[in-house]
């Protein structure tokens, strides 16, 4: 879409900008209260501000932003455009799912860390609004202009200063603790500020009138808030946890919390068609009823234990059982070596990487094969070149170590980040996978050397560090290679496949889980529409599924078989958005029949830790795989993570040149 307005590049020129734009820009006071229910006001509204779901700026999602003040309380609310035409009306339900993917309903400042705001030499100005958890929402470019309006506007009514260590960081509500509440206050569902508390008390009241000829409105259960508030604890916070697995699990409840707020906030009948119609619920002839509201413990009515479930359209348990082959036995040194020729080059890598989809390997033979499933090492190379890899990797891995091992406690006092990070990986170790033989017990060494191996590698990639979650794919790394600079650049190769999934922005995580949206759409429609009756299409319950790869949900001896099926990219490279359909699908009858909503799922889900049958999910993931075919590849936008391997191998082709 061309733009016909000129971009503005600078916080001066933005101002003028969204001054000359008026009424166009801003709206406040008296057109903010007949918009809005009594005692709520738009304090600041942009239209044309935009995300990109991808890498290609010609793909973006353009909308509505918006400063709702309610009280004491500043909330944050973000609506992408119907038909992506800054012209039209905004969006109503029924939209693009993946616009409603992206959507940021009203979010309380306080549940606000920092604003980022980015301004390159050349092109537009964007934000980056980052949470109390560390996990932050998908950059906003604002195309006509207005950041340091927007950032004016917050800073007028909330605590808004500029972070000392970078002058583009904004951090939000630090009044209290300069680390910022962490995601431990949203245990329960329905926590919020202090200074907030009175205000949501007084949002249940707030209601308006609909005059202008619309007939649909909006009706929520105000005693859903006045209930979460009385569930509120104080927690102390803790930033070690700033991105634990903990956290991005809880990362889901706020737009559930955000929601809720958003019934009181704007009330009954609200008289903005663009609110109304965007968190409308579902009203008559739905087939199945939406148990999103609670009802009163006045007038309690009995609920059915059973509700009728509709059939799976692929008859899934015929397609499986017809698609998807048995598995066998792993592959033994024995036949490893059919794969090999005389000099150590493997024969067929297509035929090598279906077998280990069918079997695996055994445990003995998983340190020989994983560099190669990794891109460690070429499928051709020989024993010599690998041998020789080894010895420059060793010697490499002894360099990148001791940049972090010649640190002084003298620089260590001003060097922040390399303490954060330390700090971090120290209180990881000491609680990863512990249970397991391999690292249990005091003074375990093996407990030291993933603490080596998880600095070193903030030392090689620092611009991603580390963060939580990563040494549960170090630790079976380490398990099988046993040497520390091995594990370490297999560790290195996986990331690169993975890493996404820990960038600060969650887009590597934000585009699986629309993929997956999309794939359950395709494959099970009754299942995606049932979601979405119960406001869960972001599928943030399959967030750890797909952060860790499963690790959470299987034994340890099981997720090794997993992950060298998944490296094997056979018969795709996104197979675990296949594996996270067949459990969805597996689960479908009991989810639906039991009516859940997004807590009672996400308990669901995660109580499956352990339960999970892999031969048998692993077949129906590739019978789901199979029968979409290109129309499933189609679903998932290019880019997304993992990446395919580099033919020649991802470490050995960094080296090339000195094996040459």
């Known amino acids: 879409m061309i733009e016909t307005e000129l971009h503005d590049l600078s916080d001066d020129a933005d101002y003028a900008a969204s001054q000359q ?53 500043l909330f944050l609310t973000w609506i992408p455009y119907k038909g992506q035409n800054t012209n039209t009306r905004l969006s109503e339900r029924g939209d693009s799912d993946r616009n409603n993917l992206y959507t940021i309903r009203p979010l309380p400042l306080t549940d606000v860390r920092s604003i980022r705001r980015h301004t390159p030499p050349l092109g537009w100005q964007y934000i980056i609004v980052v949470l109390a958890s560390g996990l932050a929402f998908p950059p906003l470019y604002f195309y006509n202009g207005g950041v340091k309006e927007f950032l004016t506007t917050i800073k007028q009514h909330v605590s808004l200063v500029r972070s000392a260590d970078d002058a583009n960081v904004f951090i939000v509500n630090d009044f209290q603790d300069p680390l910022q509440k962490t995601l431990s ?56 946890k700033d991105l634990s697995i903990q956290v991005l699990e809880k990362f889901s409840l706020v737009t559930k919390f955000a929601r809720e707020t958003t019934s009181q906030l704007f009330g009954e009948n609200s008289g903005d068609p ?43 348990e015929k397609l499986a059982l017809v698609w998807g082959k048995p598995r066998q036995p792993p592959m033994t040194k024995e036949e490893w070596i059919t794969f090999l020729d005389s000099e150590g080059r493997v024969v067929d890598s297509n035929d090598l990487r279906k077998r280990i989809f069918y079997g695996g390997v055994v445990h003995e033979l998983r340190k020989e094969v994983w560099p190669f499933l990794l891109g460690c090492y070429d499928y051709n190379s020989t024993y010599a070149e690998r041998e020789y890899l080894r010895s420059v990797r060793k010697q490499d891995y002894e360099i990148i170590k001791l940049q972090w091992q010649s640190i002084s406690p003298e620089q260590a006092k001003r060097f922040t980040k390399f303490r954060e990070r330390k700090g971090l990986i120290e209180k990881d170790v000491v609680r990863t996978d512990r249970a397991f033989s391999f690292y249990d017990g005091d003074d375990n060494p093996n407990v030291n050397v993933l603490h080596d191996i998880l600095l070193t590698y903030s030392f090689y990639n620092f611009d991603l560090g580390y963060c939580q979650g990563m040494s549960d794919f170090l630790s079976p790394l380490l398990f099988v290679m046993e040497d520390e600079f091995e594990a370490f650049w297999c560790f290195a190769a996986l990331l690169e496949r993975v890493g996404p999934n820990f960038n600060r922005d969650q887009s590597g995580m934000h585009a699986q889980l629309f993929a997956l949206s999309k794939l359950v759409e395709l494959s099970d429609s009754p299942l995606h529409n049932y979601f979405k009756q119960q406001d869960c299409l972001n599928y943030f319950f399959c967030f750890r599924w797909i952060l860790i790869q499963f690790k959470r949900e299987m034994r340890y001896e099981e997720t090794m078989r997993l992950w060298e099926v998944l490296w094997t990219h056979y018969p795709s490279e996104h197979l675990h958005l296949y594996v996270c359909v067949a459990i969805l699908k597996r689960y479908r009858n009991k989810i639906i029949g039991e009516q859940m909503d997004f807590d009672t799922l996400l308990k669901f889900i995660n109580e499956l830790s352990g339960q999970i049958d892999l031969d048998s999910i692993v077949r129906d993931a590739e019978a789901l795989c199979i029968c979409a075919g290109e129309t499933g590849e189609a679903c998932i936008p290019p880019g997304t993570p993992p990446s395919l391997p580099i033919e020649n191998g991802l470490v050995s082709s960094q080296l090339e040149d000195e094996v040459l």
């Open 185 to 240: 206050s949203l245990e329960l569902p329905g926590v919020v500020s202090v200074a907030a508390q009175s205000t949501n008390a007084s949002l249940v009241a707030s209601s308006s009138q609909v005059n202008q000829g619309r007939s649909d409105v909006s009706s929520y259960d105000s005693n859903t808030g006045s209930q979460s508030l009385r569930r509120q604890k104080n927690k102390s916070n803790d930033p070690t």
């Open 21 to 73: 734009q008026g009424s166009q820009s801003i709206t406040r006071s008296d057109s903010g209260r007949r918009s809005e229910p009594e005692g709520a006001e738009v304090v600041y509204m942009k239209d044309n501000v935009s995300i990109h779901p991808t890498q290609y700026m010609s793909e973006r999602i353009s909308g509505r932003l918006k400063l709702i003040k309610q009280g004491d309380s």
């Open 274 to 316: 663009f609110l109304s119609n965007e968190w409308k619920r579902p009203s008559h002839s739905q087939s199945l009823p939406d148990l999103q509201s609670q009802p009163s413990t006045n007038d309690l009515e009995e609920v059915p234990c059973e509700v009728p479930v509709p059939a799976d359209p692929m008859e899934f």
